[in-house]
């Protein structure tokens, strides 16, 4: 056997470890979930934030194969999810769609304009003190991100019934699909309904 070592084992961090011995012991276990089929068996999805503060499995109670959940930054309406969202429903069944935000967002803590500097002037990540964002260091940043709309907001339940609605409104999106609006309380785990939210979610006529 060569003693030569892989570069690429140089460079693997203690995470990118832990993440494929986890995955050695998920496969042991693994079951038949091979048995499951593409679309979800409960026929709904979710949109929801990526903080890893969320587990919908365990807040909506779902399991593999249950559900279609879709996460971005905030769990915002934008054209993506709208995309994914649509594939959901016409080629994949799901018959009911949740929009859950939640309290302490990180989406609310900046602007567009905010971020659109911070990475005009670096890339590395940023800091935030009792002055605000910064950068730790200044050099490589992109004006790329004047592209980009972040999609960042103030009122929590404002963007709640802001991207239902505009769910609701967008002409891929059927009528008879009910979307409801909820807010995730990371302080209790419960769910607290958008009523707003859920009348503009309505089905239509």
């Not at 964002?133 to 960042?152: K, M, P, R, V």
Request: glycine letters at 6%.
């Amino acid at each position: 056997m060569s003693n030569v070592i892989d570069p690429l084992q140089k460079i693997k961090s203690k995470v990118h470890q832990q993440v494929l011995l986890a995955n050695q012991e998920y496969v042991k276990h693994f079951g038949d979930k091979s048995e499951l089929t593409i679309p979800p068996a409960r026929q709904f999805a979710i949109l929801t934030c990526m903080d890893a503060r969320l587990d919908p499995a365990k807040y909506a109670g779902l399991a593999e194969g249950d559900a279609h959940v879709i996460r971005n930054a905030g769990g915002r309406a934008s054209d993506d999810a709208i995309r994914s969202l649509v594939i959901s429903h016409k080629l994949l069944g799901t018959k009911e769609w949740f929009v859950i935000h939640h309290t302490d967002c990180g989406m609310a803590l900046f602007t567009d304009d905010i971020i659109r500097g911070l990475l005009s002037k670096s890339l590395k990540t940023a800091a935030i003190d009792e002055n605000g964002w910064h950068n730790t260091e200044e050099s490589g940043g992109s004006d790329e991100a004047n592209q980009i709309a972040f999609l960042t907001f103030k009122n929590l339940e404002a963007s709640v019934t802001e991207d239902v609605k505009r769910i609701r409104q967008h002409p891929l999106v059927a009528k008879n699909i009910p979307i409801y609006g909820y807010v995730y309380d990371v302080a209790s785990g419960k769910l607290i309904e958008v009523a707003d939210a859920t009348h503009a979610g309505e089905v239509l006529n």
